[in-house]
């Protein structure tokens, strides 16, 4: 509908110069770059015979497990597109950072925060736990409880047509297509997240037709995407929302701002947290194998490699975002003062520092 909701988004107000990025943010040039997240790719094809590809849903069993691509685009500077970068893969849980862009955007951050928590759950992805034994609401907009109850609020105000064209258009790719096959195959497997859409609609969360909420949810979870679209994505998320090309806004700062924290405390599921310690770029993962990174005010990431972890993480893709986030400057906590010393060797000084001391 050319009067959509999700059209009126895109019609936000243009930068009018192209983004700044001092030193302290700024990523290495770009062959130095390629050369860093070339050996970083090998070390983490390594992790690949230690995961498993998503077997529960039939369909994504059939992915080549050793498949592994990333591409790395900086607010200024060449893209860096490497590997299995322009492979086809399916968002799944990746998409629940576009529908909460969305949700916050249409129906306004109070209607979404009354549905949804803010809060890490501790939980698997698929939790029925902390829905099961409280009162409770999801603690988040990024496990599947979460996404389910913001798939409610927007069913109303949106078609999934008007979600697919945001998705192309927020992910700089028209070829974003639903898998049917996918669709298919998660739609006949999906006991469990019907069993969660129930559960919230006997809570009073989900308040449309649970079936039809079901359904969009999955759709949005079974869209195309390759690692390109997620970095694009990733950028503007980066830059405030705007597209630094063209200077469109695709969201509001306050919305860029609250999806990238909800990814940095709640995007890896129950393994958030050690992901933050030890990676410090905000990152939601799908069980197809795909990562959007966004290393704020520096660069989009999109990062695909079906083969999961325990937790349901890109297994490759993880090991990959640790290697490079230090070396390349896209720890959102990185400071220039780390170039100076090796981080093991840091920590031996003060060690040693304080065993002087405690001797004196």
């Not at 990152?283 to 999109?302: C, E, F, H, N, P």
Request: glycine share 8%.
């Amino acid at each position: 509908m050319a009067d959509s909701k999700t059209d009126k988004m895109l019609a936000g107000a243009a930068m009018t110069s192209e983004p700044v990025i001092d030193k302290h943010y700024q990523l290495r040039e770009t062959k130095k770059a390629t050369e860093i997240i070339e050996k970083a790719m090998n070390l983490a094809r390594e992790e690949i015979p230690k995961g498993h590809v998503a077997t529960y849903i039939p369909e994504l069993g059939k992915e080549d497990p050793h498949q592994l691509g990333i591409c790395l685009y900086p607010l200024k500077g060449d893209k860096i597109c490497l590997g299995d970068y322009d492979v086809r893969f399916t968002m799944q849980s990746v998409s629940k950072v576009v529908m909460l862009i969305v949700a916050l955007e249409v129906c306004g951050l109070k209607n979404v925060f009354k549905k949804v928590g803010m809060e890490p759950s501790g939980e698997a992805f698929d939790s029925l736990v902390e829905l099961d034994v409280s009162n409770s609401k999801p603690y988040n907009p990024l496990i599947n409880s979460g996404a389910l109850a913001v798939c409610g609020l927007l069913l109303p105000e949106v078609s999934f047509q008007d979600m697919l064209r945001y998705t192309r258009n927020v992910c700089s790719d028209q070829g974003i297509e639903l898998n049917e096959s996918v669709f298919d195959s998660e739609m006949k497997t999906c006991s469990r997240n019907r069993s969660i859409a129930y559960l919230l609609e006997s809570k009073g969360i989900i308040t449309t037709d649970v079936e039809d909420t079901l359904r969009f949810y999955t759709k949005m979870c079974s869209m195309n995407v390759t690692a390109e679209s997620l970095a694009n994505l990733g950028k503007k998320l980066a830059n405030d929302g705007v597209c630094a090309i063209d200077g469109k806004r695709y969201m509001s700062s306050r919305t860029a701002r609250i999806a990238k924290t909800l990814m940095l405390t709640c995007g890896m599921y129950d393994g958030s947290g050690s992901f933050a310690i030890k990676v410090g770029i905000p990152t939601k993962s799908g069980v197809g194998g795909g990562l959007l990174s966004v290393s704020d005010k520096r660069a989009g990431i999109g990062v695909f490699g079906p083969a999961l972890d325990v937790q349901g993480n890109s297994i490759a893709g993880c090991k990959l975002l640790r290697e490079i986030s230090n070396k390349l400057r896209l720890n959102l906590f990185y400071d220039p003062e780390w170039d100076k010393e090796d981080e093991e060797d840091e920590e031996n000084t003060v060690l040693k520092e304080m065993q002087a001391r405690s001797v004196m």
